[in-house]
């Protein structure tokens, strides 16, 4: 029995898992249930950057409290996790946010230069546009640090610990995918594979940098980028405050249609270009750190 539930180096990976995903439901439940009783929150569109960050800043508070009881239990720090506690806005969350603008730029410059993409006229003018932009960068940051503490810090690590880093990254993307796919409206097999590719690019960004401050940067100047900046669609809707009037004229492989730019089949030359020169720039493996707690078979 003892080996069902241990081995060499303690509980097993998939037993912590287990009391991690437990933890993180139970908490959400109790947080779902309380609002729902004493705030009665009202129903608000799926890109209205006030609730969406609000309901982003909740998870990173649920994921936040899981991970560190399981820290405890393990005896490990946030670190082991690749949890940037001090860096995570040092120099390669800064790097991260370029490379995150950068690829939402290209995709929608490529999109552009084949006649899909056109903008009309500003959308947001004066107070309405620094209000805007404030909420929209720091929406996106909550959701940079939200959605990559949550799927690419316990959760990968600890499964990596079982069965290798690559598998559990190849995992952890597919179903990174999937709840896109059958969670969000308008989905398409598009997003799935995007969202997919985008979190195993995520997945070698920390294998290489030594922590999730590039990821998380990455991750929020992109949303940012595609969401408010060029002001494409997600999910069906454009963002509440979005920055431009836009037109997309053409096909849906070319535009990504309801799904946004996102969905466009231009994503998938960029994300190769994408993998292919951040393995020539980030060419050593730096985690787990020399020393650190967590050993990834």
Known sequence: MRKIFFNSRGLR???????????FVGIRLATDWCIAKIFHPPDVAFLDPVGLGVEELLTLAEVGIATW??????RRRF??????????????????????MAIASLVIGMIAALGGYRIVRLAIHGSQLGYFLVLWIICNLIIGFSEEILFRAYL???????????????????????????????????DFAMTGLFSLFVCLTLLRTGSLAFAIGFHAAFDFGNIFFWSGRNGGEFAVGHLFETQWPGAQWLTGGLLGPEASWMVFPVTALMFLVFDRLYRQRKFPAAGGAVALS
Do not use: C, Q
């Open 79 to 100: 670190t082991d996790y690749g949890i940037p506690v001090r860096n995570g806005f040092g120099r390669e969350f800064w790097i991260g946010i370029g490379w995150g």
């Open 13 to 23: 990976a998939a037993w912590r898992l287990v009391i991690f995903i437990a933890l």
């Open 156 to 190: 990968l690590v600890t499964l990596a610990e079982g069965i290798g880093y690559w598998a559990a990254s190849i995992v952890i993307s597919i179903g990174f995918g999937a709840l896109h796919y059958f969670l969000k409206p308008h989905e398409r097999w598009e």
């Open 69 to 74: 009881v399981m820290s405890r239990i393990e």
